[in-house]
């Protein structure tokens, strides 16, 4: 009798987790590519394996509200060397990263204001020392537009002990890779992501931006498309085919390897993602960007407007 019993109870403890499998929603496997959307990560959000994380630039953003469970970078602080001018080294990036929770188990995502702006240069800084991250698509913006949730909890993670690699150098182009293309010894296609005015030489920064250079205008050779080209109206990257035609109009097909440059990083890391982790080109991002270029002594430079800094 009592096996009876037993095998009734068992019987009975299966038909019950086999209901209760039926009725909870499954977690659904991380997607493959470099984007998740809003809609998955709003119903994966409990997911322990994820690790989100904001990157803006605007102060007390994330405090004031930020996407459940996210950790937060503040890109020039933890993202750079506050010291000279360079990102973090490997010793100060494994810091963050292990603080962060990050291991080789958990998917990171990175999200932030400004069309994911300065999370795309979070991005960089990830890949160079050989994490791949995804970006939330559309960020900050888009996640608010859609009136999904937000909170103001700290999120408390257990610290990892990863270890990180040194910094890879083909994620990234110096100024003497750039000046390799202007002398024609590199065939590699130079992309300013600048605005139309910023690339003629018509301004000498974006409006607003504390970082200047004593000349205005473009690198020779550079072809100019713009970043916001690329995304559509609520911060989203637009469709890989509508993105393989926007550069292949403008000469630029992934044929010969790319260096992407803007003011001072930021908005060509955002091109850097497209291309390289969209796209599937072979793509370094010249960090050192406009404000290195266009305040070196004696370097050549294509400006069109006819601007002359300090004349009003």
Not at 82 to 90: F, N
Not at 109 to 118: A, C, E, S, T
Not at 198 to 215: I, M, Q
Not at 279 to 295: A, F, I, K, P, Q
């Amino acid at each position: 009798m009592k096996n009876v019993v037993s095998l009734v109870s068992s019987g009975a403890v299966a038909l019950l987790l086999t209901a209760a499998a039926a009725v909870l929603p499954a977690k659904a496997e991380i997607p493959a590519g470099p984007l998740v959307s809003t809609e998955w990560l709003d119903k994966n959000i409990d997911n322990p394996n994820l690790r989100l994380v904001e990157v803006s630039v605007e102060p007390g953003l994330f405090e004031r509200g930020h996407v459940p469970g996210a950790q937060n970078i503040v890109w020039h602080t933890d993202l750079v060397d506050t010291v000279r001018r360079d990102i973090a080294t490997q010793e100060q990036f494994q810091e963050l990263v292990r603080k962060l929770g990050i291991d080789d188990d958990k998917t990171v995502i990175l999200y932030g204001d400004n069309n994911n702006w300065f999370a795309a240069w979070g991005a960089w800084v990830f890949n160079t020392y050989g994490i791949d991250v995804k970006l939330l698509d559309g960020g900050r913006k888009k996640w608010e537009a859609e009136k999904r949730p937000l909170s103001t909890r700290a999120t408390s993670v257990a610290a990892s002990t990863i270890e990180l690699p040194e910094a890879n150098p083909k994620l990234r182009a110096r100024l003497s890779d750039v000046l390799e293309v202007v002398d024609g010894k590199d065939d590699a296609v130079l992309v300013d992501i600048r605005s139309a005015d910023e690339y003629s030489g018509k301004l000498f920064s974006a409006p607003g931006s504390a970082e200047l250079a004593v000349r205005a205008g473009h690198v020779p050779g550079a072809i100019n498309v713009t970043w916001s080209k690329a995304v559509a109206e609520d911060g989203s990257f637009k469709s890989p085919e509508d993105l393989k035609k926007l550069y292949s109009d403008a000469g630029i097909d992934g044929s010969k390897p790319i260096i992407v440059y803007c003011r001072i990083g930021e908005r060509s890391s955002h091109t850097w993602f497209l291309l390289s982790k969209i796209l599937g080109y072979d793509v370094r991002n010249y960090d050192g960007s406009w404000t290195e270029y266009g305040n070196t002594v004696g370097l050549p430079v294509v400006n069109q407007a006819g601007t002359v800094w300090g004349v009003k």
